[in-house]
């Protein structure tokens, strides 16, 4: 019972419930329509009927008066059918036709009968039984007049066809109805047990996220129908949910690791000069190395939050129309210098102003962890260390690639060199906190973009692959702009 009153209670049965009450409403007003209209249109023949048998009677009389009316009358009451004659004299006896008996009253009012009246037939008596042994009784419709000499005629029509349909279409109504009920009954039986046993699946596995499991997903199947669209939508939420705590978890490993040596330094040298000489200068070294690190850490700290910030999703950042060529030349000058004082040649080649919806700064910055990367590790490495970056459109994409001739990048190390605080230096002698190219690929997920890495014999290309016309995203300013003395 209990499990009854579950099916009863789902959607898929109230849904069959309220369309069986709305098809049976308008099934029984269409019957009772059809019916009715059908009665009135046979009513309607009847009178007609009757109509043309009265003309044909006057045409008689007034050939060959009484007499040959009464032998039309004996004539036309002798063949089968449903229509009725009768000739009676002024008290209403009955003296010819093929009507034994009629309702009391009928003969009084002369035209047509307001409402059908009961009669019997010659050799059936008031009363006969239908196929089912129950009584029943004839019912017709008549006209009624009366002749110059008094005599009454009645000519009519038994309503037996019109009846019969009426009642067929009424049977034809109650077994619709009954094979409809069951049929919603057995509806909301396997239907509603259906989609209540996919319910009960994805309750189970709901628990199971919720008591921890995060790694089991809502189950699948191959209808395709509301409920596997709304378990695939949720599962790439658990996905996107699962990642972003993946990250989280990196980040906190990462912070316990990578951060702890600096905190350290900046401690040791605060004891260390509280520990030594009190000298001005002394103090004023320390003070300036444990502000340089400190800088180093709270770069560090923003450079986390704006790839958390990347991969969530939002940001605050203003997006519109930039112009990618802009943004190369600024970044190339920016870096000239930098360039020129490690002995790297630095070298800027665009194919024409290309524009796309974006953020300057973040790819700005992006491509300025990429040249500054490039140029760290060609310093050198060889007779003529060189950077270059080039701007193409190739088909319905801009790539934007910087190319080095240094060390490069083993391929198997290619993807994991974008994760947070990842280094290949083993020793750790360059500058640096392994965050450049995870912002780097934060920034080009976020403007629909991938970061592609390939070999550039000697050396590493890396490429910003642009879509040209990159997805529309919904920024939300939940994060406020720091200041840049943060």
């Known amino acids: 019972m209990a499990r009854i009153l579950s099916i009863l209670n789902t959607t898929a049965a109230r849904l069959s419930a309220l369309y069986l009450i709305l098809f049976a409403v308008c099934a029984s007003f269409l ?9 009135r249109m046979l009513v309607g023949q009847t009178r007609d009927a009757i109509n043309e048998e009265v003309r044909g009677l006057d045409r008689a009389y007034r050939r060959g008066g009484l007499p040959l009316l009464v032998r039309v009358i004996e004539s036309r ?8 004659y009768l000739l009676a004299d002024a008290n209403g006896r009955i003296l010819s036709g093929n009507v034994e008996s009629l309702q009391p009253g009928v003969l009084d009012v002369m035209g047509w009968t307001e409402r059908p009246f009961t009669y019997s037939r010659f050799g059936e008596g008031e009363v006969r039984l239908d196929p089912n042994g129950r009584e029943t009784e004839h019912k017709a419709v008549a006209v009624v007049f009366r002749l110059p000499n008094q005599v009454i005629v009645m000519v009519g029509r038994d309503l037996g066809e019109p009846e019969k349909f009426r009642s067929v279409m009424q049977r034809a109504l109650v077994v619709t109805l009954a094979i409809m009920s069951v049929g919603a009954l057995l509806i909301w039986y396997f239907v ?16 199971s996220i919720m008591g921890g ?6 189950p699948v199947s191959s209808a395709g129908d509301e409920f596997d669209r ?40 605060a004891e260390a000069a509280l520990a030594g000489k009190p000298e001005t200068a002394d103090y004023r070294a320390a003070l300036e190395r444990t502000i340089a690190e400190s800088d180093q850490l709270i770069r560090t700290f923003n450079a986390i939050l704006m790839i958390s910030r990347l991969e969530a999703g939002y940001s605050a950042e203003a997006t519109g129309t930039i112009d990618l060529r802009a943004i190369l030349a600024d970044v190339v000058e920016l870096y ?34 990429i040249v500054d990367n490039a140029i760290k590790y060609s310093a050198g490495s060889g007779e003529s260390p ?29 993807q994991r060199v974008t994760e947070r605080f990842v280094r290949l230096e ?24 991938r970061l592609e890495f390939a070999d550039n014999a000697p050396g590493l290309a890396v490429t910003m692959v642009f879509p040209a016309e990159p997805p529309k995203r919904k920024s939300e300013a939940i994060f406020k702009k720091r200041d840049a003395s943060a």
Do not use: C, W
């Open 31 to 39: 019957v009772i329509y059809m019916t009715s209209l059908s009665a």
């Open 77 to 84: 009451a002798r063949q089968p059918g449903a229509n009725l």
């Open 192 to 207: 509603g047990r259906r989609a209540l046993k996919r319910i009960d699946r994805v309750s189970e596995a709901s628990r």
């Open 213 to 218: 499991d995060l790694s089991r997903r809502l």
């Open 230 to 269: 709304l378990s695939d939508n949720l599962n790439k939420m658990l996905d996107r949910i699962a990642a972003l705590n993946e990250g989280l978890r990196q980040v906190s490993d990462n912070i316990a690791h990578d951060l702890k040596t600096p905190l350290t330094r900046l401690r040791n040298r």
């Open 336 to 369: 000239e210098p930098l360039a020129e004082e490690q002995g790297v040649a630095l070298e800027a080649q665009i194919n024409g102003a290309l524009e796309m919806p974006g953020n300057r700064e973040l790819i700005g910055q992006a491509l300025s962890n």
């Open 386 to 414: 060189a950077v270059k970056v080039s701007l193409d459109k190739v088909g319905d994409e801009i790539r934007l690639t910087v190319r080095d001739n240094g060390p490069g990048v083993p391929e198997a190390d290619r």
């Open 426 to 449: 083993e020793s750790r002698t360059q500058p640096g906190s392994g965050l450049g190219l995870s912002l780097a690929k934060a920034v080009m997920t976020f403007h629909g973009g």
